[in-house]
Structures are given as C-alpha cells and as structure tokens.
C-alpha cells in the first residue's frame, strides 16, 4: 500500500507547498489574524456615529464599514471595546488586528503602528451649550474647554491654550461624558472631531457647533509595523469596496449624504 500511493502523496504535498504563496497573493488573510477566519478589531464603543453601542451590539460608520472589508477578506469582524488611551498598546500586544476608532493618521502615531490608506477626512469644531454666548475659538478666552484625552481635540485645545486662548482644559475618558459635562455646565465648550461634535448635538439637543477648525485631519485603520500582509490586504479590501458602491452605502447611512468628491 504504500509503494501504491507514494507517488500520488508527493505530487499532492508538491501542489500544496505551491498553492500557499498563490493564496496568499490573492488577498486571503485567515494566516495573517490573531483568530482563524475572523478580523478583531479594538474600538472606543463610546464615539457615535463611528461607534458605539446599541446594547450588546457595536454600530457605527467604522463597525460597518469593517464589516464590509472583512467580507471582501474572507473573514467574519469581532468588535473589542477599548478604552481609547490603551488602544495603541493594545495593539501592539496582539490584543486585536486593528484598530479602526475614528483614529487620526498623525506623525506621532505612525512612528509606533502603520495606518492603510485615508478613509475619511474630517476636521476639528468648537461645541457650546445651546444658550451659550460663545461664537468663535476667539471667545475661548478665559473659558474652561473639555476634550477626550490624548485625541486631536485636545491637542488643538493645547495650541489654543498656548496662544493664550484657553483658561483651562479638561480631560475626559470618552467623549459622550465630555458632552455631559458640558450639558450640566462644567465645562464651556468641547473641541473635537466636527462630524461627531454635529451628530452628538443633533442626536441629544442640548448642545450646538458654533464653528469648524481646519485641520485636514484623515482617518485611517491602524495596523501592527509587523503585519504588513494584512495592511496590504486591508487597503485592497478598502479600495474595493469604494470602486464597487459599498462603501458610498455606508456613508449615506450614517451621515445622510454621499461622500464628498475630491
């Protein structure tokens, strides 16, 4: 039997060794994840309409739009809450795959994680209790302004405050309990990214963007430096669903409009 079946045997080794770098050249990236057949992803839950909970479920334009690129993967989303100041070590202890949490492409960022291409642009915004009598960043003087910690928000804040533009700046964990501060009154304003500053206040009533501040920011999804197939995957993937209307879908939905053409 097996002088019989030696010779079969080999040739099927021989098409397997040989089909492993074909498969991973099309894109396949169940050998590149944490888990077989799934794509975690660590994710601030508390940053609507990018994400958040609904119970137990994750929504939001982010968990969608992974959802969709998992699918062009082969592989099926595991959403991990995370708090947003642990997200970057997370990472890179192979808690997750990615990060994709309406993370900003920064300078700082990319000297500890690698980021796929550009999925969103955004920019930063001032937010104000309704009776508020505060118009502009130029009426931030002498104001108290909270911001989510360790965000762009806060950063802006910062380079206001050394203008001599801020009387103080207050950090908070995430951004819902910035609102909430700023709805009882202990804060005088919020700065942070204008599409959440606009869906927040639209969504709770009590509050309104008084102004956006230009700051060309892009998100991107954030990959260990050591997991460059995925990267590659994940940009084929994301290139994908923009070319075949999946990605147009998921943006009317959360935001209410096409996305803007260059």
């Known amino acids: 039997m097996k002088g019989k079946w030696m010779k079969p045997a080999i040739g099927l080794l021989l098409a397997a060794l040989l089909a492993i770098p074909l498969a991973a050249g099309c894109g396949g990236a169940s050998g590149q994840t944490l888990k077989a057949g799934k794509l975690t992803m660590g994710s601030d839950t508390s940053y609507p309409p990018f994400e958040s909970m609904e119970g137990s479920k994750p929504v939001g334009f982010d968990v969608e739009v992974a959802q969709a690129i998992a699918k062009k993967l082969g592989l099926t989303l595991e959403v991990i809450s995370t708090a947003w100041d642990g997200i970057i070590p997370g990472l890179k202890t192979k808690k997750y795959d990615i990060i994709m949490s309406a993370m900003t492409i920064t300078a700082d960022r990319k000297k500890q994680i690698n980021f796929s291409d550009p999925y969103i642009d955004s920019d930063q915004s001032i937010a104000v209790a309704n009776n508020s009598t505060i118009k502009g960043q130029a009426d931030l003087k002498g104001k108290v302004v909270g911001v989510q910690i360790d965000t762009t928000g806060q950063f802006k804040a910062e380079e206001i405050q ?75 993937a994301l290139k994908t669903i923009r070319d075949d209307g999946s990605y147009t879908a998921i943006y009317k939905t959360w935001f209410g409009a096409a996305p803007p053409t260059e």
């Open 162 to 236: 050394k203008a001599g533009g801020i009387k103080e700046i207050q950090k908070f964990d995430t951004i819902l309990v910035a609102f909430e501060a700023l709805e009882q009154g202990k804060v005088d304003a919020i700065i942070n990214d204008y599409p959440v500053n606009m869906y927040v206040s639209g969504k709770r009533g009590k509050t309104k963007v008084i102004t956006k501040i230009k700051t060309n920011e892009q998100y991107g999804i954030g990959v260990r430096k050591d997991n460059t197939a995925l990267l590659n995957s994940i940009n084929g």
